[in-house]
């Protein structure tokens, strides 16, 4: 079936024309970078993205909304398809804002501040229930409004920037073109973060790539790697930074994952734990734990914590965390291989894996040890599909799914799965 048919995007199948067999179906249009034309936009996918098809050629659109009328201009043209961003706008959404950031168009960094916050977060809950209707057993799931978060901008506590190689420009490479787009301050970030980036522009030469994270309740700062030059005010090279949530500080070695919005994991945290209504008796499972935020969080109402995790920073990070409280066992190893040796009765699990979702391992050991209730954590749709999809077909009953907003202004979304042990 044809993208026109699927409403699915083609698969790329090289970046580079000279590995590419055959003509490029993209030539037959005769329009190549900077040209311009007009394009009716129709609904999202379940990715957030917005194509169409002209002249029978897949086109990806940036910096349009559904139901718009527009002139875009190519950014860059692939073998089956391209890359293009809205120049002008004929028939306009009423959703439609003027984008606060003037690299909102360039960066690719922000795919929605040019669309009202409320109606970013329809969209996402939107693209989480197309993504369930890919699996039969979840198509009637009670899909709850997406949890806004408190700040909109200025919420990121990390940033990954890249280095111009000729003259030391910092910036973020451009999703379509893959050029880098100097920037001198990134609005999705904290103001310590763009310190940072005013303070490197041009002064960074000789590497590729740096990392800035904050401690936005503490206002520690991490910048790796350490800089070959010394920049006044900027120090760098160091190993950890202290976060804290929820009152409670929280130690973070540079290779070790946190969530990149500290006050809206403050709110997911006390989501979960208000929606478990946990007695004190309850024996958890903290799976794929990072440094122990919900084990650390959790552990003073339930009875024991255990946490799984396979990095051996982040388990050194959450034993430090974990430090006078006398419940919670951090355990090093790989969850699907501690899971499957696990004994002891459980009453709750929480998963909250990476992109890829969980190991089937580990979904068939959260089957053996049939905990009451089961919490899912997902920041990638197709795998969260997957991982329910199979939680279902075993002994488990899924009640409702949370999309909370971690990322304002972008078409990613978290989200929160409650589950519970079947009659």
């Known amino acids: 079936m044809t993208f026109a048919q699927t409403g699915n995007p083609p698969k790329v199948r090289s970046r580079g024309r000279r590995k590419y067999k055959g003509p490029w179906p993209t030539d037959a249009l005769g329009i190549d970078r900077g040209d311009t034309f007009a394009v009716n936009l129709g609904e999202m996918n379940d990715r957030g993205e917005l194509w169409v098809v002209h002249e029978g050629i897949p086109i990806l659109v940036e910096g349009g909304i559904p139901g718009e009328s527009v002139t875009v201009e190519v950014l860059r043209r692939f073998p089956e398809h391209i890359g293009v961003r809205v120049v002008d706008v004929s028939i306009q959404s009423d959703d439609r804002v003027e984008a606060e950031c003037e690299y909102a168009s360039k960066c690719t960094g922000c795919q929605w501040q040019h669309v009202a916050y409320d109606r970013q977060l329809d969209f996402k809950r939107d693209m989480v229930v197309a993504a369930l209707s890919s699996e039969e057993s979840l198509k009637d799931v009670n899909v709850l409004p997406t949890l806004p978060a408190p700040q909109p901008l200025g ?214 040890l049939a905990p009451d209730r089961v919490v899912l954590v997902s920041c990638d749709l197709g795998s969260m599909a997957s991982d329910l999809s199979a939680l279902v077909s075993g002994p488990f009953v899924l009640e409702e799914i949370q999309p909370i907003d971690m990322f304002p202004q972008t078409r990613h979304i978290e989200n929160i799965s409650f589950l519970r042990l079947g009659a």
Do not use: W
Request: with cysteine; glycine share 10%; hydrophobic share 40%.
């Open 155 to 368: 919420y990121r506590n990390h940033a990954r920037f890249s280095v111009g190689r000729k003259f030391g420009e910092v910036g973020y490479v451009n999703a379509i073109t893959r050029s880098l787009v100097p920037v001198e301050r990134c609005l999705l970030m904290d103001n310590s973060i763009n310190e940072v980036l005013k303070a490197t522009q041009k002064r960074v030469r000789g590497m590729t790539q740096f990392s800035v994270r904050v401690g936005i309740g503490t206002g520690d700062r991490l910048i790796q790697p350490q800089f070959k030059s010394d920049i006044p005010g900027i120090n760098s090279g160091g190993q950890h930074l202290r976060e804290s949530l929820l009152g409670r500080e929280f130690r973070i070695a540079g290779s070790s994952f946190f969530q990149v919005n500290t006050r809206q994991a403050e709110q997911m945290v006390k989501m979960i734990r208000d929606r478990l209504r946990l007695s004190g008796r309850e024996v958890l499972i903290d799976a794929y734990a990072g440094v122990g935020v919900f084990a650390v969080l959790l552990a003073p109402y339930v009875s024991k914590v255990y946490a799984i995790e396979d990095s051996p920073s982040a388990v050194l990070d959450g034993e430090q965390n974990a430090k006078g409280l006398d419940n919670v066992d951090m355990v090093l190893g790989r969850s699907e291989k501690v899971l499957s040796e696990f004994k002891p009765h459980v009453d709750v699990v929480i998963l909250d894996p990476s992109r890829k979702g969980c190991h089937p391992d580990v979904i068939e050991a959260v089957g053996r």
